[in-house]
């Protein structure tokens, strides 16, 4: 068991480590800006940790980040501010471009992208909807931070009882994701509904089968895809595993919060423009969420 385990972010995906992690009765402790939701876990787990002060995280084993992407720069200034000296980072965040910016505010410390696909949302009373049957893939942004990542990988496995795997590339391990990411997730914003319906609706799967392959092909021009990667497998697979899942841009959509548009698919379409690569459907999807969001 991990000596004690640090979260940053109080959202579904945060809620759903904390939880995971108190039931083992680990040291747990939660940077959030709102500790409303975890007056029922402080209840039942007395040693839970929780507060805006990220002080709270000195001296854990591994700090998980579950914030929104555009958050990144706030948070790693917060972290640098604690002069950890062995706390691994692991960033289970959307987008990209904040592994970049972690590293050059962490230097000393192992920098890890990780990629989940457990299911996590927040209903409008704030109660925990969860499916914990994904894979969580952990990857060092570093080389020589390989063994960080197994040992974080085994914290979630044998800590937290969830399935975790390692892997050697951490942009590999996030292209994968924003492909993905971009593919469902402004579609089921937009749809206003579970990722599984997309399985459902063939019109709704062929915008993101289309979204998903645009994506791929941009990724396998920048040398971060494999060749051989099938990115309509990949988005089918994602989608049984979520079935019932609403995500984090569905939510933040309907709420009338700013969504992480910018960060996967405004990413997307800048890189492709930058590679010479047509993402007509990518586009469309960037345009129509930054109206949605305008519109409130």
């Keep these: 068991m991990a000596d004690s385990i640090g979260i940053v972010g109080g959202g579904a995906l ?22 409303s939701r975890y007056d029922l876990l402080k209840s039942e787990h007395a040693s839970l940790r ?15 980040l579950c914030v929104k992407a555009y958050h990144t720069k706030d948070v790693a200034r917060s972290l640098a501010s604690l002069e950890m000296e ?19 505010a962490l230097p000393g410390l192992p920098i890890l992208a990780g990629a989940t696909s457990l299911g996590a949302y927040l ?11 994904g894979t969580t893939v ?15 990988a085994e914290i979630l496995r044998s800590t937290g009882g969830l399935l975790a795997e390692v892997r050697p590339d951490a942009r590999a391990v996030l292209w994968r ?31 993101a089968r289309r979204a998903a ?34 995500s984090s841009m569905r939510e933040d959509l309907a709420r009338g919060r700013r969504t992480e548009i910018e960060e996967i698919t405004g990413t997307i379409v800048n890189l492709a ?24």
């Design 273 to 296: 423009e930058a590679a010479g690569e047509q993402v007509p459907v990518q586009a469309a999807l960037l345009t129509l969420v930054r109206a949605a969001e305008r519109r409130g």
């Design 123 to 133: 209903d409008d009373e704030g109660l925990l909807h969860a499916t914990e049957r």
């Design 14 to 35: 945060g809620t759903l480590l904390a939880s995971r992690f108190l039931k083992a009765e680990a040291d747990v402790r939660v940077v959030t800006r709102s500790g």
């Design 138 to 152: 952990v990857a060092p942004w570093r080389p020589g931070d390989l063994a960080s990542a197994e040992r974080t």
């Design 50 to 64: 929780a507060g805006a002060d990220f002080g709270i995280l000195r001296s854990s084993e591994v700090v998980f």
């Design 86 to 104: 062995r706390t691994s980072v692991c960033s289970l965040q959307n987008g990209w471009g904040h592994m970049e910016l972690l590293d050059a």
């Design 177 to 207: 994701k924003l492909i993905l990411n971009s593919a469902v997730n402004p579609v089921t914003a937009l749809a206003r509904c579970p990722n599984g319906v997309l399985l459902q609706e063939p019109g709704l799967f062929e915008i």
């Design 213 to 246: 392959r645009e994506a791929a092909c941009v990724g396998k021009k920048l040398g971060m895809v494999d060749p051989d990667f099938d990115p309509e497998e990949a988005l089918r697979a994602i989608l049984r595993e979520t079935v019932g899942n609403l």
